[in-house]
């Protein structure tokens, strides 16, 4: 599967405390805004790290990969009652395919060779119905790996520290002002 890149932020029980003292809608409201706007900084950095398209082609755009790169909400954290946001490719699907025309090869605007982009691949390979990788036989050539451009992942690795201070600039701010006016209509 994909290599996972995960930051933490340590140390900072303070924070826990206060998040805690939030009512529960307010408190997830609060870290989805801080975490996308986080993520933002890492999905600025993708792409401009996302390769473009070089010589034309009646099959691809340019920058279907670049413009396709969004930070989404994370459905898994959500459906296990926690928050969490992920940078990635968004894929041609639902009222954007119905609206750009279906997802595959034959569109231009679906970006779905990404992860071929990102991670890599050896030409003449090809899976068979069974799920088993099948080598295509060529004549007098040696397999060869085409290695991937890690856009995402070096974008993950480069802006994380970034992301993590603008996680720090969002959240702060609004658990105060919420704990303020918290205390205000207790009193």
Excluded: C
């Amino acid at each position: 599967m994909a290599d996972d890149v995960r930051l933490a932020i340590k140390g900072v029980d303070e924070l826990n405390a206060a998040l805690r003292a939030i009512p529960d809608v307010l408190r997830k409201r609060v870290l989805r805004n801080a975490l996308a706007a986080g993520a933002r900084e890492i999905r600025d950095a993708a792409k401009a790290a996302a390769p473009v398209l070089r010589l034309p082609s009646t099959r691809r755009r340019p920058g279907t990969i670049r413009s396709n790169i969004v930070v989404r909400t994370s459905k898994t954290a959500r459906q296990a009652g926690d928050v969490g946001v992920f940078v990635g490719v968004r894929p041609l699907r639902g009222a954007r395919a119905r609206k750009l025309g279906t997802a595959g090869a034959s569109n231009p605007n679906d970006p779905y060779y990404w992860w071929w982009q990102e991670f890599g691949w050896t030409p003449g390979h090809r899976k068979s119905q069974s799920g088993a990788a099948k080598r295509m036989p060529r004549k007098n050539a040696a397999p060869r790996k085409v290695p991937g451009r890690r856009f995402l992942t070096g974008a993950a690795t480069s802006a994380g520290e970034k992301a993590i201070g603008m996680f720090m600039k969002a959240v702060v701010p609004q658990i105060e002002k919420l704990n303020y006016k918290g205390a205000l209509n207790v009193g």
